[in-house]
């Protein structure tokens, strides 16, 4: 029995032979992914006309094309806690708040700002104990946390869409490089070697032994104490598990020896964001977090975007007016950040897992919390998402839903997609049908 009290401290030693007895041996994890652009969407160049399978990627949507079959776009959907609802201008920090949380903001520029929890953060607070970071937060743009930012609303709003809490900001990190030493840190070869090595020197020994010999004391004791042996069975296997993902993990040290350290922050936004991106898929690759959010830029941002031929500011440009001029510059922004998030589904796509790949065993959202940046409506957002979610996703499909469907719905089906409880989100009615085919 002091064998069996001591195996806790054990968390290096781990049967391989119990993964496959319970059954788990082909399964992966599911992660989820939510990827926010501001200043809404020239809809007419993202919105499919057809519905169903049997549907064309428009403009905007177009470099999804080789990942058509892993996407599901969603029409139809709105925000209404993004509206004013008696609270004046700021549709854009509104927007941004309320993107995850299902939550109307706070209209407050000083220190008391209130959104609420996000869908990321249900999720990590049900999930994070099974990985070394419960979630991952990155922008390709910094900002404020505080002071106004939009028409009397504090920048925390236009600059975070991950909220731990209703009054705490998930901060997001913006540097590649200490995304890398969060997420990695210092490996050094020899000492994985060695610890990998001293790993297997005790498989097959203290756990098996453990195991064997309590199989054999479950046919002598009593029923009170079958429940006591089968909780400590319980906890071990939950040891199991984790050393399981921590060994994963080791596994893909040739992928992180493979990975240059990044210097910094690019000069080149594009690069910037693919740079955070593969951090991300890299980070779900070597199962150190299954929740991300990524902002590629923050709400109302001002960037221009010279590199494609678009010299003004997007904010500037959002409010086109209906000017042809305008709405094409608007188009080729949303071109731009539609194939930064093509490049990394299409990685995702591209890295195998059992029978599948990465991407089928993920969610990833992306979208806008402002469907016309001129109108700053926040009804038929333009959304998808990316992957088969461990089967709870049909994807290839253009899906409309009835007008003023709560987008807070399709966040709850996403939390309970990744095994998290909760029974609403925001101004969520119920889960979201349909996307289970």
């Keep these: 029995m002091g064998t069996l009290m001591a195996l806790p401290a054990l968390e290096s030693a781990t049967p391989a032979g119990l993964r496959a007895a319970s059954g788990d041996e082909n399964e992966f994890p599911l992660r989820m992914a939510y990827m926010f652009v501001p200043n809404g969407i020239h809809m007419p160049d993202w919105t499919p006309s057809a519905e169903g399978s049997n549907f064309e990627l428009p403009k905007i949507l177009n470099s999804l094309e080789p990942i058509k079959r892993d996407l599901t776009v969603l029409t139809g959907l709105t925000h209404d ?75 925390a709003y236009s600059n975070n869409i991950s909220w731990r809490d209703a009054s705490t900001p998930m901060s997001k990190e913006v540097n590649p490089r200490l995304v890398f030493e969060r997420l990695f840190g210092n490996r050094i070869q020899s000492q994985e070697k060695e610890s990998q090595a001293r790993r297997k020197s005790l498989r097959g020994s203290i756990l098996d032994f453990v195991m064997e010999d309590a199989h054999r004391l479950e046919k002598r004791i009593g029923y009170k104490d079958k429940q006591k042996l089968n909780e400590y069975l319980t906890a071990v296997r939950e040891i199991e598990q984790r050393v399981e993902r921590s060994d994963r993990e080791k596994d893909h040290a040739d992928h992180l020896l493979d990975f240059e350290v990044p210097e910094g922050i690019p000069s080149s936004y594009e690069e910037h964001i693919k740079l955070l ?43 086109h007016q209906n000017d042809p001029v305008k709405l094409a510059k608007i188009s080729e922004i949303n071109t731009f950040h539609v194939r930064q998030a093509s ?56 899906i409309r839903y009835e007008f003023e469907t709560p987008m807070s719905n399709l966040l709850l089906s996403m939390i309970h997609h990744m095994g998290a409880k909760a029974d609403r989100l925001g101004d969520s009615t119920g889960l979201l049908r349909g996307l289970e085919g």
């Excluded at 201008?89 to 520029?109: C, I, W």
């Excluded at 099974?130 to 979630?135: E, G």
Aim: with cysteine; hydrophobic share 35%.
């Design 343 to 398: 490049y990394m589904l299409q990685k995702m796509k591209s890295i195998p897992e059992g029978d599948g790949s990465l991407l089928d065993h993920c969610m990833v959202l992306y979208g806008a919390g402002i469907s016309d940046g001129n109108r700053h409506n926040n009804e038929n957002l333009p959304l998808f998402i990316a992957g088969k979610g461990n089967g709870c996703i049909r994807p290839g499909r253009h």
């Design 277 to 319: 991106g593969d951090l991300m898929i890299l980070a779900f690759q070597a199962d150190v977090t299954r929740v991300a959010t990524f902002m590629l830029a923050n709400e109302g941002s001002n960037r221009s975007y010279r590199p494609i031929g678009v010299n003004e500011g997007h904010h500037s440009l959002s409010h």
């Design 81 to 155: 806690k993004g509206r004013a609802n008696g609270d004046g201008a700021g549709d854009h920090a509104r927007s941004s708040g309320v993107f995850l949380t299902g939550v109307q903001p706070l209209k407050s520029e000083g220190a008391e700002i209130r959104a609420g929890i996000s869908a990321d953060q249900i999720v990590a607070k049900a999930v994070g104990h099974q990985t070394r970071f419960a979630s991952l937060e990155l922008g390709a743009e910094s900002g404020r946390q505080s002071g106004k930012c939009d028409s009397g609303y504090s920048c």
